[in-house]
Protein backbone atom coordinates (compact mmCIF):
# COMPACT_ATOMS: atom_id res chain seq x y z
CA UNK A 1 0.00 0.00 0.00
CA UNK A 2 0.98 3.66 -0.92
CA UNK A 3 1.79 5.72 2.14
CA UNK A 4 0.45 9.05 0.43
CA UNK A 5 -3.13 9.01 -1.55
CA UNK A 6 -2.74 9.88 -5.24
CA UNK A 7 -2.60 13.73 -5.48
CA UNK A 8 -5.56 14.00 -8.07
CA UNK A 9 -7.98 12.78 -5.68
CA UNK A 10 -7.92 16.49 -3.53
CA UNK A 11 -8.53 18.07 -6.62
CA UNK A 12 -11.48 15.69 -7.46
CA UNK A 13 -12.66 16.50 -3.94
CA UNK A 14 -12.94 20.30 -4.24
CA UNK A 15 -15.06 19.71 -7.09
CA UNK A 16 -17.51 16.78 -5.69
CA UNK A 17 -17.78 18.93 -1.88
CA UNK A 18 -19.82 21.07 -3.85
CA UNK A 19 -22.80 18.28 -4.24
CA UNK A 20 -25.71 17.72 -1.79
CA UNK A 21 -26.94 14.67 -2.81
CA UNK A 22 -24.08 11.52 -1.97
CA UNK A 23 -25.91 8.16 -0.89
CA UNK A 24 -29.84 7.37 -2.24
CA UNK A 25 -32.15 9.92 -2.19
CA UNK A 26 -36.31 9.11 -3.05
CA UNK A 27 -36.59 12.03 -5.39
CA UNK A 28 -39.36 14.46 -4.97
CA UNK A 29 -42.65 13.11 -5.89
CA UNK A 30 -41.61 9.34 -5.13
CA UNK A 31 -41.24 8.52 -8.75
CA UNK A 32 -37.34 7.90 -9.01
CA UNK A 33 -34.34 7.61 -6.36
CA UNK A 34 -30.71 8.19 -7.27
CA UNK A 35 -27.61 7.22 -6.07
CA UNK A 36 -24.11 9.08 -5.94
CA UNK A 37 -20.86 7.81 -4.77
CA UNK A 38 -17.52 9.16 -4.43
CA UNK A 39 -15.56 7.17 -5.50
CA UNK A 40 -12.70 8.56 -7.78
CA UNK A 41 -9.92 5.24 -7.18
CA UNK A 42 -12.39 3.13 -8.97
CA UNK A 43 -12.61 2.27 -13.03
CA UNK A 44 -16.29 0.78 -12.45
CA UNK A 45 -19.27 1.09 -9.52
CA UNK A 46 -22.33 -0.85 -10.22
CA UNK A 47 -25.22 -0.71 -7.90
CA UNK A 48 -26.65 -3.83 -6.35
CA UNK A 49 -29.83 -3.67 -5.18
CA UNK A 50 -31.48 -6.74 -2.96
CA UNK A 51 -35.40 -6.86 -1.14
CA UNK A 52 -34.25 -8.00 1.76
CA UNK A 53 -31.32 -7.29 4.12
CA UNK A 54 -30.50 -11.17 3.86
CA UNK A 55 -31.43 -12.23 0.08
CA UNK A 56 -28.77 -12.97 -2.08
CA UNK A 57 -30.04 -12.31 -5.16
CA UNK A 58 -29.09 -9.00 -6.66
CA UNK A 59 -29.94 -6.92 -9.38
CA UNK A 60 -27.22 -4.90 -10.76
CA UNK A 61 -26.89 -1.03 -12.60
CA UNK A 62 -23.64 0.36 -13.69
CA UNK A 63 -23.86 3.98 -12.68
CA UNK A 64 -21.93 6.58 -14.91
CA UNK A 65 -18.98 8.22 -13.52
CA UNK A 66 -18.28 12.05 -13.86
CA UNK A 67 -15.42 14.36 -13.98
CA UNK A 68 -15.57 14.88 -9.95
CA UNK A 69 -14.57 10.97 -9.20
CA UNK A 70 -18.30 10.57 -8.41
CA UNK A 71 -20.48 8.04 -9.54
CA UNK A 72 -24.24 8.54 -10.11
CA UNK A 73 -27.06 6.91 -11.50
CA UNK A 74 -30.98 7.82 -11.64
CA UNK A 75 -33.81 4.65 -10.84
CA UNK A 76 -36.79 5.19 -12.59
CA UNK A 77 -38.35 3.93 -9.34
CA UNK A 78 -38.85 4.81 -5.88
CA UNK A 79 -36.83 2.37 -4.30
CA UNK A 80 -37.93 3.02 -0.49
CA UNK A 81 -37.35 -0.52 1.15
CA UNK A 82 -34.75 -2.32 -0.76
CA UNK A 83 -31.26 -2.78 0.34
CA UNK A 84 -28.24 -1.75 -1.21
CA UNK A 85 -24.70 -2.11 -1.78
CA UNK A 86 -21.83 -0.47 -4.25
CA UNK A 87 -19.46 -2.94 -6.22
CA UNK A 88 -16.24 -1.21 -7.07
CA UNK A 89 -13.91 -2.51 -9.46
CA UNK A 90 -10.57 -1.17 -10.55
CA UNK A 91 -8.54 -1.04 -13.56
CA UNK A 92 -6.39 -4.30 -13.83
CA UNK A 93 -8.48 -6.02 -11.23
CA UNK A 94 -11.43 -7.77 -12.38
CA UNK A 95 -12.35 -8.81 -8.89
CA UNK A 96 -15.52 -6.88 -7.71
CA UNK A 97 -15.26 -5.42 -4.46
CA UNK A 98 -18.75 -5.37 -2.36
CA UNK A 99 -18.83 -2.03 0.07
CA UNK A 100 -21.63 -0.27 2.08
CA UNK A 101 -22.85 3.67 1.14
CA UNK A 102 -21.01 5.38 3.89
CA UNK A 103 -23.50 8.14 3.12
CA UNK A 104 -26.40 5.85 4.05
CA UNK A 105 -29.34 7.15 6.11
CA UNK A 106 -30.67 3.23 7.33
CA UNK A 107 -29.21 0.39 6.81
CA UNK A 108 -29.99 -3.78 7.18
CA UNK A 109 -28.72 -5.74 10.66
CA UNK A 110 -24.37 -5.62 11.65
CA UNK A 111 -23.85 -2.27 8.93
CA UNK A 112 -23.78 -5.09 5.65
CA UNK A 113 -26.44 -2.83 3.63
CA UNK A 114 -27.94 0.15 3.41
CA UNK A 115 -32.09 0.67 3.66
CA UNK A 116 -33.35 3.01 0.85
CA UNK A 117 -36.31 4.89 2.49
CA UNK A 118 -38.45 8.03 2.26
CA UNK A 119 -37.01 10.86 4.55
CA UNK A 120 -39.56 11.37 7.24
CA UNK A 121 -41.02 7.94 6.77
CA UNK A 122 -40.23 7.01 10.53
CA UNK A 123 -41.11 10.38 12.31
CA UNK A 124 -43.31 9.63 15.42
CA UNK A 125 -46.47 11.45 16.21
CA UNK A 126 -45.28 15.38 16.87
CA UNK A 127 -41.99 15.13 16.54
CA UNK A 128 -41.40 17.07 13.35
CA UNK A 129 -43.90 19.73 14.46
CA UNK A 130 -43.06 20.42 17.95
CA UNK A 131 -41.52 23.68 19.10
CA UNK A 132 -37.68 23.53 19.64
CA UNK A 133 -37.08 24.18 23.44
CA UNK A 134 -35.60 27.28 24.39
CA UNK A 135 -32.14 28.51 24.90
CA UNK A 136 -30.47 27.99 28.19
CA UNK A 137 -27.44 29.89 29.07
CA UNK A 138 -24.20 27.96 30.37
CA UNK A 139 -24.73 28.82 33.96
CA UNK A 140 -27.81 27.02 34.15
CA UNK A 141 -26.88 23.97 31.73
CA UNK A 142 -26.16 20.79 33.60
CA UNK A 143 -25.46 17.80 31.42
CA UNK A 144 -25.93 14.33 32.60
CA UNK A 145 -23.84 11.32 30.55
CA UNK A 146 -26.07 8.12 29.94
CA UNK A 147 -25.71 4.66 28.13
CA UNK A 148 -29.16 3.86 26.42
CA UNK A 149 -28.70 0.31 27.18
CA UNK A 150 -26.90 1.01 31.07
CA UNK A 151 -29.28 3.12 32.02
CA UNK A 152 -32.51 0.98 31.58
CA UNK A 153 -31.09 -2.81 31.09
CA UNK A 154 -31.02 -3.97 35.04
CA UNK A 155 -34.08 -5.50 36.17
CA UNK A 156 -34.31 -2.60 38.77
CA UNK A 157 -35.20 0.03 36.25
CA UNK A 158 -38.44 -1.47 35.89
CA UNK A 159 -38.36 -0.73 31.83
CA UNK A 160 -40.90 -2.96 29.31
CA UNK A 161 -38.18 -2.47 26.83
CA UNK A 162 -35.04 -2.67 28.82
CA UNK A 163 -31.51 -1.68 27.10
CA UNK A 164 -33.27 -0.61 24.13
CA UNK A 165 -34.26 3.38 22.51
CA UNK A 166 -37.73 3.00 23.93
CA UNK A 167 -36.57 2.58 27.17
CA UNK A 168 -35.69 5.55 28.00
CA UNK A 169 -39.16 6.96 26.15
CA UNK A 170 -41.25 4.96 29.71
CA UNK A 171 -42.54 6.96 32.09
CA UNK A 172 -44.20 5.72 35.21
CA UNK A 173 -41.39 3.28 35.78
CA UNK A 174 -40.03 3.24 39.57
CA UNK A 175 -38.06 1.06 42.04
CA UNK A 176 -38.44 1.17 45.71
CA UNK A 177 -41.07 3.66 45.90
CA UNK A 178 -38.20 5.88 43.76
CA UNK A 179 -38.93 7.00 39.69
CA UNK A 180 -36.11 5.78 37.44
CA UNK A 181 -35.26 6.01 33.91
CA UNK A 182 -36.93 9.32 32.13
CA UNK A 183 -38.38 10.05 35.39
CA UNK A 184 -35.45 10.21 37.24
CA UNK A 185 -33.72 12.61 34.74
CA UNK A 186 -36.99 14.99 34.93
CA UNK A 187 -36.85 15.12 38.39
CA UNK A 188 -32.97 15.84 38.79
CA UNK A 189 -33.82 18.71 36.82
CA UNK A 190 -31.16 18.10 34.17
CA UNK A 191 -31.15 20.33 31.44
CA UNK A 192 -29.24 18.20 28.71
CA UNK A 193 -28.59 14.31 28.60
CA UNK A 194 -26.11 13.00 26.28
CA UNK A 195 -26.28 10.14 24.99
CA UNK A 196 -23.14 7.33 24.52
CA UNK A 197 -22.99 6.60 21.17
CA UNK A 198 -25.83 5.54 18.91
CA UNK A 199 -23.83 5.80 16.02
CA UNK A 200 -24.10 2.45 13.86
CA UNK A 201 -20.79 0.66 15.30
CA UNK A 202 -20.08 -3.04 14.92
CA UNK A 203 -18.29 -4.63 17.83
CA UNK A 204 -22.23 -5.61 19.09
CA UNK A 205 -24.33 -8.14 17.13
CA UNK A 206 -27.81 -6.36 16.66
CA UNK A 207 -29.27 -9.37 16.10
CA UNK A 208 -28.38 -11.02 19.54
CA UNK A 209 -27.42 -8.01 21.48
CA UNK A 210 -24.01 -9.72 22.10
CA UNK A 211 -21.11 -9.08 23.03
CA UNK A 212 -21.73 -5.57 24.84
CA UNK A 213 -19.95 -2.82 24.24
CA UNK A 214 -19.94 0.94 24.58
CA UNK A 215 -19.81 1.42 20.26
CA UNK A 216 -16.45 3.82 20.16
CA UNK A 217 -15.99 2.11 16.90
CA UNK A 218 -18.39 3.76 14.33
CA UNK A 219 -19.14 2.24 10.86
CA UNK A 220 -22.01 4.35 9.15
CA UNK A 221 -22.00 7.75 10.37
CA UNK A 222 -25.54 8.49 9.66
CA UNK A 223 -27.63 5.35 11.11
CA UNK A 224 -28.80 4.71 14.72
CA UNK A 225 -27.54 1.19 16.06
CA UNK A 226 -29.33 -1.40 16.04
CA UNK A 227 -28.48 -2.97 19.14
CA UNK A 228 -30.60 -0.59 20.77
CA UNK A 229 -33.61 -1.57 18.42
CA UNK A 230 -36.27 -3.76 19.22
CA UNK A 231 -36.33 -3.96 15.07
CA UNK A 232 -32.37 -3.78 13.57
CA UNK A 233 -33.45 -5.42 10.70
CA UNK A 234 -35.48 -2.71 9.02
CA UNK A 235 -35.88 1.17 9.42
CA UNK A 236 -37.92 1.06 12.79
CA UNK A 237 -34.61 1.43 14.57
CA UNK A 238 -35.14 5.16 13.41
CA UNK A 239 -37.85 5.63 14.68
CA UNK A 240 -37.14 3.90 18.08
CA UNK A 241 -34.33 6.25 18.85
CA UNK A 242 -36.60 9.53 17.19
CA UNK A 243 -39.22 8.27 20.10
CA UNK A 244 -36.49 8.59 22.70
CA UNK A 245 -35.46 12.11 21.86
CA UNK A 246 -38.65 13.32 21.32
CA UNK A 247 -39.78 12.00 24.76
CA UNK A 248 -36.91 13.94 26.56
CA UNK A 249 -37.89 17.13 24.57
CA UNK A 250 -42.03 16.53 25.85
CA UNK A 251 -40.14 16.51 29.39
CA UNK A 252 -37.49 19.68 28.63
CA UNK A 253 -34.49 17.95 28.21
CA UNK A 254 -32.03 18.39 25.33
CA UNK A 255 -30.35 15.84 23.93
CA UNK A 256 -26.55 15.68 23.30
CA UNK A 257 -25.18 13.16 20.77
CA UNK A 258 -21.41 11.44 21.45
CA UNK A 259 -20.24 11.78 18.56
CA UNK A 260 -17.60 9.31 16.58
CA UNK A 261 -15.52 10.88 13.68
CA UNK A 262 -12.10 10.64 14.66
CA UNK A 263 -11.98 7.02 13.13
CA UNK A 264 -13.58 4.11 12.13
CA UNK A 265 -13.63 0.62 13.51
CA UNK A 266 -12.82 -0.96 9.68
CA UNK A 267 -10.22 0.49 7.90
CA UNK A 268 -7.95 -1.04 5.84
CA UNK A 269 -10.82 -2.21 3.80
CA UNK A 270 -13.70 0.29 4.89
CA UNK A 271 -15.83 1.91 2.09
CA UNK A 272 -13.30 5.04 2.24
CA UNK A 273 -10.36 3.10 1.83
CA UNK A 274 -12.25 1.54 -1.21
CA UNK A 275 -13.88 4.52 -2.70
CA UNK A 276 -10.10 6.48 -2.38
CA UNK A 277 -6.76 4.58 -0.78
CA UNK A 278 -5.14 6.30 1.74
CA UNK A 279 -7.24 9.60 1.52
CA UNK A 280 -9.44 9.04 4.22
CA UNK A 281 -7.13 8.58 7.10
CA UNK A 282 -3.61 9.41 7.90
CA UNK A 283 -1.08 7.41 6.01
CA UNK A 284 2.63 7.90 6.43
CA UNK A 285 5.66 5.78 5.19
CA UNK A 286 5.11 3.69 8.49
CA UNK A 287 1.99 2.75 8.33
CA UNK A 288 -2.07 4.10 9.45
CA UNK A 289 -1.45 7.05 11.91
CA UNK A 290 -3.24 5.61 15.46
CA UNK A 291 -4.04 9.05 17.36
CA UNK A 292 -7.15 7.30 18.26
CA UNK A 293 -5.49 3.96 19.40
CA UNK A 294 -8.11 2.03 17.36
CA UNK A 295 -5.54 1.49 14.65
CA UNK A 296 -6.53 4.50 12.44
CA UNK A 297 -7.45 7.98 12.53
CA UNK A 298 -9.61 10.28 10.31
CA UNK A 299 -7.98 12.69 8.01
CA UNK A 300 -9.62 16.06 8.73
CA UNK A 301 -7.79 18.11 7.12
CA UNK A 302 -8.84 17.30 3.36
CA UNK A 303 -11.87 18.42 1.67
CA UNK A 304 -13.87 15.28 1.52
CA UNK A 305 -13.30 14.05 4.66
CA UNK A 306 -14.09 17.22 6.10
CA UNK A 307 -17.49 17.46 3.61
CA UNK A 308 -18.31 14.07 4.89
CA UNK A 309 -18.57 15.09 8.41
CA UNK A 310 -19.97 18.03 8.15
CA UNK A 311 -23.27 16.43 5.73
CA UNK A 312 -22.98 14.04 8.64
CA UNK A 313 -23.59 16.36 11.59
CA UNK A 314 -26.32 19.03 9.93
CA UNK A 315 -28.14 15.57 9.00
CA UNK A 316 -28.14 14.78 12.51
CA UNK A 317 -29.05 18.17 13.37
CA UNK A 318 -32.08 18.42 10.96
CA UNK A 319 -33.37 15.14 10.82
CA UNK A 320 -33.13 13.85 14.67
CA UNK A 321 -33.56 17.86 15.87
CA UNK A 322 -30.87 17.00 18.27
CA UNK A 323 -29.75 19.65 20.71
CA UNK A 324 -25.53 19.52 20.83
CA UNK A 325 -22.54 17.70 19.79
CA UNK A 326 -19.92 15.72 22.26
CA UNK A 327 -17.01 14.58 19.96
CA UNK A 328 -14.67 11.69 20.70
CA UNK A 329 -11.07 12.76 20.59
CA UNK A 330 -11.49 16.01 19.23
CA UNK A 331 -7.70 16.53 19.07
CA UNK A 332 -7.40 14.51 16.28
CA UNK A 333 -9.32 17.22 14.42
CA UNK A 334 -7.55 19.90 12.54
CA UNK A 335 -7.70 23.88 13.54
CA UNK A 336 -9.71 24.20 9.95
CA UNK A 337 -12.04 21.38 10.78
CA UNK A 338 -13.05 22.84 14.24
CA UNK A 339 -13.88 26.34 12.75
CA UNK A 340 -16.02 25.19 9.97
CA UNK A 341 -18.03 23.06 12.91
CA UNK A 342 -18.39 26.55 14.99
CA UNK A 343 -19.15 28.72 11.70
CA UNK A 344 -21.30 26.01 9.99
CA UNK A 345 -23.27 24.72 13.26
CA UNK A 346 -23.81 27.77 15.34
CA UNK A 347 -24.62 30.08 12.57
CA UNK A 348 -27.77 27.62 11.98
CA UNK A 349 -28.50 27.08 15.55
CA UNK A 350 -26.65 29.54 17.99
CA UNK A 351 -28.45 27.58 21.00
CA UNK A 352 -26.37 24.47 19.95
CA UNK A 353 -24.36 22.99 22.61
CA UNK A 354 -21.12 21.77 21.20
CA UNK A 355 -17.98 20.32 23.01
CA UNK A 356 -15.11 17.40 22.91
CA UNK A 357 -12.07 16.24 24.44
CA UNK A 358 -9.39 18.00 23.35
CA UNK A 359 -6.94 15.24 23.30
CA UNK A 360 -5.62 12.38 21.46
CA UNK A 361 -5.78 8.52 22.61
CA UNK A 362 -1.70 8.48 21.32
CA UNK A 363 0.89 10.00 19.13
CA UNK A 364 -0.61 11.62 15.63
CA UNK A 365 1.49 12.52 12.83
CA UNK A 366 -1.20 15.38 12.43
CA UNK A 367 1.49 18.52 13.74
CA UNK A 368 0.65 20.02 16.78
CA UNK A 369 -0.14 23.55 15.22
CA UNK A 370 -2.51 22.17 12.98
CA UNK A 371 -4.13 20.27 15.86
CA UNK A 372 -6.95 21.56 18.27
CA UNK A 373 -6.54 21.01 21.56
CA UNK A 374 -6.94 23.05 24.83
CA UNK A 375 -7.53 27.05 24.26
CA UNK A 376 -7.79 26.46 20.83
CA UNK A 377 -11.56 26.64 21.54
CA UNK A 378 -11.21 30.07 22.38
CA UNK A 379 -14.00 32.27 20.66
CA UNK A 380 -15.62 29.83 18.63
CA UNK A 381 -18.46 28.76 21.16
CA UNK A 382 -17.34 25.18 21.61
CA UNK A 383 -16.58 24.02 24.67
CA UNK A 384 -13.62 21.03 26.01
CA UNK A 385 -13.44 19.39 28.68
CA UNK A 386 -11.31 20.80 31.95
CA UNK A 387 -9.32 17.72 33.46
CA UNK A 388 -6.44 19.30 35.34
CA UNK A 389 -9.35 20.58 37.69
CA UNK A 390 -10.92 17.05 37.49
CA UNK A 391 -7.41 15.62 38.58
CA UNK A 392 -6.52 18.46 41.22
CA UNK A 393 -9.86 17.62 42.82
CA UNK A 394 -9.58 13.54 42.72
CA UNK A 395 -6.06 12.70 41.72
CA UNK A 396 -5.44 11.04 38.21
CA UNK A 397 -8.75 8.96 36.69
CA UNK A 398 -7.62 5.05 38.33
CA UNK A 399 -5.33 3.68 40.85
CA UNK A 400 -4.96 5.33 44.37
CA UNK A 401 -3.68 8.71 43.76
CA UNK A 402 -5.27 11.29 45.60
CA UNK A 403 -6.71 15.05 44.89
CA UNK A 404 -8.39 17.71 47.32
CA UNK A 405 -10.93 16.00 48.22
CA UNK A 406 -9.20 13.13 49.56
CA UNK A 407 -7.29 15.46 51.66
CA UNK A 408 -4.13 14.96 49.87
CA UNK A 409 -2.40 17.77 52.37
CA UNK A 410 -4.02 19.22 55.50
CA UNK A 411 -2.23 22.74 54.76
CA UNK A 412 -2.83 23.10 50.68
CA UNK A 413 0.21 25.37 49.45
CA UNK A 414 -0.32 28.24 47.12
CA UNK A 415 0.28 26.02 43.66
CA UNK A 416 -3.21 23.79 44.47
CA UNK A 417 -5.08 26.90 45.51
CA UNK A 418 -4.33 28.66 42.76
CA UNK A 419 -5.29 25.85 40.42
CA UNK A 420 -8.15 25.16 42.51
CA UNK A 421 -9.47 28.91 42.29
CA UNK A 422 -8.48 28.78 38.37
CA UNK A 423 -10.86 26.07 37.78
CA UNK A 424 -13.16 27.23 40.19
CA UNK A 425 -13.60 29.88 37.71
CA UNK A 426 -13.71 28.45 34.49
CA UNK A 427 -9.73 29.84 33.37
CA UNK A 428 -10.84 32.86 32.59
CA UNK A 429 -9.31 34.11 35.60
CA UNK A 430 -10.85 35.26 39.02
CA UNK A 431 -9.00 38.18 40.88
CA UNK A 432 -5.15 37.40 42.08
CA UNK A 433 -5.37 34.29 40.06
CA UNK A 434 -5.08 34.54 36.05
CA UNK A 435 -6.87 32.42 33.24
CA UNK A 436 -5.23 30.24 30.97
CA UNK A 437 -7.72 28.17 29.07
CA UNK A 438 -10.78 29.79 28.05
CA UNK A 439 -11.83 33.44 26.93
CA UNK A 440 -15.90 32.31 28.86
CA UNK A 441 -16.91 29.46 31.43
CA UNK A 442 -19.39 28.43 28.47
CA UNK A 443 -15.82 27.16 27.08
CA UNK A 444 -15.02 24.57 30.05
CA UNK A 445 -16.87 21.32 31.33
CA UNK A 446 -16.46 20.54 34.63
CA UNK A 447 -16.89 16.61 35.43
CA UNK A 448 -15.89 14.56 38.34
CA UNK A 449 -16.00 11.29 36.34
CA UNK A 450 -17.33 10.48 32.55
CA UNK A 451 -18.21 6.32 31.14
CA UNK A 452 -14.10 6.67 31.22
CA UNK A 453 -11.80 4.83 34.01
CA UNK A 454 -13.14 4.46 37.27
CA UNK A 455 -16.71 5.79 38.52
CA UNK A 456 -16.50 8.44 41.62
CA UNK A 457 -17.12 5.79 44.40
CA UNK A 458 -14.98 3.21 42.65
CA UNK A 459 -12.15 5.73 42.37
CA UNK A 460 -13.06 7.10 46.23
CA UNK A 461 -12.86 3.59 47.68
CA UNK A 462 -9.58 2.50 45.60
CA UNK A 463 -7.79 5.79 46.81
CA UNK A 464 -8.82 5.79 50.50
CA UNK A 465 -8.92 1.80 51.31
CA UNK A 466 -8.71 2.64 55.11
CA UNK A 467 -12.04 4.36 54.84
CA UNK A 468 -16.04 3.63 55.52
CA UNK A 469 -18.76 4.65 53.38
CA UNK A 470 -19.73 7.47 55.72
CA UNK A 471 -16.58 9.07 55.16
CA UNK A 472 -16.40 8.38 51.50
CA UNK A 473 -20.30 9.26 51.04
CA UNK A 474 -19.27 12.77 52.79
CA UNK A 475 -16.50 13.23 50.07
CA UNK A 476 -18.82 12.14 47.28
CA UNK A 477 -21.39 15.20 48.46
CA UNK A 478 -17.79 17.67 48.79
CA UNK A 479 -17.34 16.80 44.97
CA UNK A 480 -20.52 17.29 43.96
CA UNK A 481 -20.71 20.61 45.93
CA UNK A 482 -17.38 21.97 44.58
CA UNK A 483 -18.41 20.46 40.99
CA UNK A 484 -21.69 22.46 40.86
CA UNK A 485 -20.20 25.83 42.51
CA UNK A 486 -18.09 26.34 40.21
CA UNK A 487 -18.09 28.56 36.70
CA UNK A 488 -18.28 26.51 33.67
CA UNK A 489 -20.65 23.68 32.23
CA UNK A 490 -21.11 20.91 35.09
CA UNK A 491 -21.40 17.25 34.05
CA UNK A 492 -22.74 14.58 36.18
CA UNK A 493 -22.08 10.70 34.79
CA UNK A 494 -25.42 8.65 34.73
CA UNK A 495 -25.68 6.80 38.61
CA UNK A 496 -22.40 8.96 40.18
CA UNK A 497 -25.54 10.56 42.06
CA UNK A 498 -26.78 7.51 43.90
CA UNK A 499 -23.14 5.99 44.58
CA UNK A 500 -23.53 3.30 41.64
CA UNK A 501 -20.50 1.34 41.25
CA UNK A 502 -18.40 -0.69 38.28
CA UNK A 503 -16.67 -2.70 41.18
CA UNK A 504 -13.28 -0.77 40.11
CA UNK A 505 -13.20 -1.28 36.68
CA UNK A 506 -11.55 1.08 34.97
CA UNK A 507 -12.46 0.59 31.56
CA UNK A 508 -15.59 -1.19 31.29
CA UNK A 509 -15.96 -0.51 27.46
CA UNK A 510 -16.68 -4.09 27.07
CA UNK A 511 -17.30 -5.48 30.55
CA UNK A 512 -20.75 -6.72 29.77
CA UNK A 513 -24.27 -5.54 31.77
CA UNK A 514 -22.87 -6.87 35.02
CA UNK A 515 -20.26 -3.86 35.36
CA UNK A 516 -22.21 -1.87 33.33
CA UNK A 517 -25.83 -1.88 34.03
CA UNK A 518 -27.21 0.85 36.65
CA UNK A 519 -28.66 -0.85 39.35
CA UNK A 520 -31.61 1.36 40.55
CA UNK A 521 -31.67 -0.13 43.93
CA UNK A 522 -29.23 2.23 44.76
CA UNK A 523 -31.48 5.33 44.54
CA UNK A 524 -33.03 4.34 47.67
CA UNK A 525 -30.18 2.75 49.55
CA UNK A 526 -28.33 6.26 48.92
CA UNK A 527 -31.66 8.46 48.77
CA UNK A 528 -29.71 10.83 50.98
CA UNK A 529 -27.03 11.66 48.14
CA UNK A 530 -28.85 11.90 45.52
CA UNK A 531 -31.57 14.39 47.12
CA UNK A 532 -28.53 16.50 47.64
CA UNK A 533 -27.51 16.16 44.02
CA UNK A 534 -31.36 17.32 43.19
CA UNK A 535 -30.64 20.36 45.66
CA UNK A 536 -26.96 21.78 44.28
CA UNK A 537 -28.85 21.39 40.73
CA UNK A 538 -31.89 23.48 42.11
CA UNK A 539 -29.62 25.70 43.65
CA UNK A 540 -27.61 26.26 40.72
CA UNK A 541 -30.60 26.95 38.11
CA UNK A 542 -32.49 29.02 40.56
CA UNK A 543 -30.15 31.24 41.96
CA UNK A 544 -28.54 32.00 38.49
CA UNK A 545 -25.24 33.11 40.12
CA UNK A 546 -23.03 31.20 37.73
CA UNK A 547 -23.97 32.98 34.87
CA UNK A 548 -21.83 35.71 34.92
CA UNK A 549 -19.82 36.76 31.81
CA UNK A 550 -16.18 36.43 32.35
CA UNK A 551 -15.45 40.42 33.09
CA UNK A 552 -18.07 39.84 35.75
CA UNK A 553 -16.03 36.72 37.18
CA UNK A 554 -13.13 38.88 37.31
CA UNK A 555 -14.78 41.74 39.17
CA UNK A 556 -16.84 39.90 41.32
CA UNK A 557 -15.08 36.74 42.33
CA UNK A 558 -12.23 36.44 45.00
CA UNK A 559 -10.69 34.27 47.36
CA UNK A 560 -10.76 33.90 50.60
CA UNK A 561 -8.44 33.13 53.16
CA UNK A 562 -9.45 30.19 55.36
CA UNK A 563 -7.76 26.85 55.97
CA UNK A 564 -9.69 25.37 52.80
CA UNK A 565 -10.46 26.06 49.70
CA UNK A 566 -12.71 29.41 50.04
CA UNK A 567 -13.77 32.31 47.52
CA UNK A 568 -16.59 34.71 47.69
CA UNK A 569 -18.92 35.91 44.39
CA UNK A 570 -20.48 39.45 44.81
CA UNK A 571 -23.93 40.11 42.73
CA UNK A 572 -24.95 43.42 43.51
CA UNK A 573 -25.67 43.56 47.25
CA UNK A 574 -25.64 40.21 47.40
CA UNK A 575 -22.51 38.11 48.47
CA UNK A 576 -22.16 34.19 48.53
CA UNK A 577 -19.33 32.55 50.42
CA UNK A 578 -17.96 29.08 49.83
CA UNK A 579 -16.14 26.52 52.21
CA UNK A 580 -14.75 23.32 51.27
CA UNK A 581 -13.28 21.62 54.04
CA UNK A 582 -11.65 18.18 52.93
CA UNK A 583 -10.23 18.11 57.17
CA UNK A 584 -10.97 15.59 59.40
CA UNK A 585 -12.02 18.70 61.94
CA UNK A 586 -14.08 21.87 61.22
CA UNK A 587 -12.90 25.32 60.99
CA UNK A 588 -14.29 28.05 62.86
CA UNK A 589 -15.18 30.91 60.97
CA UNK A 590 -14.27 34.35 63.46
CA UNK A 591 -15.78 37.63 63.78
CA UNK A 592 -19.07 37.06 61.34
CA UNK A 593 -22.41 38.92 62.31
CA UNK A 594 -24.74 36.12 62.60
CA UNK A 595 -27.78 38.66 61.85
CA UNK A 596 -25.69 39.47 58.47
CA UNK A 597 -26.20 36.35 56.56
CA UNK A 598 -28.11 33.43 55.68
CA UNK A 599 -26.67 29.90 55.84
CA UNK A 600 -27.81 28.30 52.59
CA UNK A 601 -25.93 24.78 53.19
CA UNK A 602 -23.93 23.37 56.20
CA UNK A 603 -22.62 20.18 55.20
CA UNK A 604 -26.04 17.90 54.14
CA UNK A 605 -28.34 20.37 55.69
CA UNK A 606 -29.86 23.34 53.29
CA UNK A 607 -31.24 26.17 55.14
CA UNK A 608 -31.02 25.50 58.56
CA UNK A 609 -30.77 27.66 61.66
CA UNK A 610 -27.28 27.56 63.41
CA UNK A 611 -25.82 29.90 66.31
CA UNK A 612 -22.33 31.47 66.25
CA UNK A 613 -19.63 30.03 65.97
CA UNK A 614 -20.35 29.29 62.38
CA UNK A 615 -18.02 26.01 61.52
CA UNK A 616 -17.36 24.47 57.77
CA UNK A 617 -17.69 21.06 58.63
CA UNK A 618 -14.60 18.19 58.23
CA UNK A 619 -15.34 16.82 54.95
CA UNK A 620 -17.92 19.31 53.69
CA UNK A 621 -19.12 22.64 52.75
CA UNK A 622 -20.54 25.68 53.59
CA UNK A 623 -22.20 27.96 51.65
CA UNK A 624 -23.25 31.76 53.45
CA UNK A 625 -25.30 34.41 51.29
CA UNK A 626 -24.96 38.03 52.90
CA UNK A 627 -27.96 40.51 51.94
CA UNK A 628 -28.08 44.06 51.66
CA UNK A 629 -24.15 44.23 51.59
Not at 75 to 91: C, H, M, P, S
Not at 407 to 423: C, E, F, K, V
Request: hydrophobic fraction near 35%; proline fraction near 5%.
Amino acid sequence: MNSVFNPEFEALAERAAKRNNFGAVVNDGNSATSFVLWAPAAAKVELALYETSSTLHRETHVMQRESDGSYVLEVKKNLTGFYYTYLLQYANDDRRYEIIDPWAKASGPNSKRGLILEPGRFDPPGFRTAPLLPPVDYGRTVIYELSIRDFTSHPTSGATHPGLYLGLTESGTSCDGLSTGIDHLSEMGVTHVQLMPVQDFITTNELTRDPYNWGYDTVLFDVPEGSYSGYPQNGKRILELKSAIHALHQKGMRVVLDVVYNHTYEFRFSSYQRMAPNYFYRVSDHGFSNGSGCGNEMATERVMVRKRIMDSLHYWLEEYRIDGFRFDLMGLFDNTMVQSISKELLSKRPDLLVYGEPWTAAGTILPDDQRFGKGRQRGLGIAIFEDDFKNRLLGSPNGDSKGYIQNQTANPGPSLMHDLLSGICASVACAHHPGKLADSPSEIIHYLVTHDNLILRDKLEYSLPDSDEAERLNLTCLAFNILMSSFGIPLIHSGTEFNRTKFRNDNSYNAGDAVNSVCWTNKSQYRLLNEHVKSLITFRLESGLFSMKPDEIRRNMEPIDAGCLAYRIKRGKEHYDFYHNPGDVHLVLQNLNRKSFTIILDGLKWYPDAELPIKVPAKGTLILKYNNI
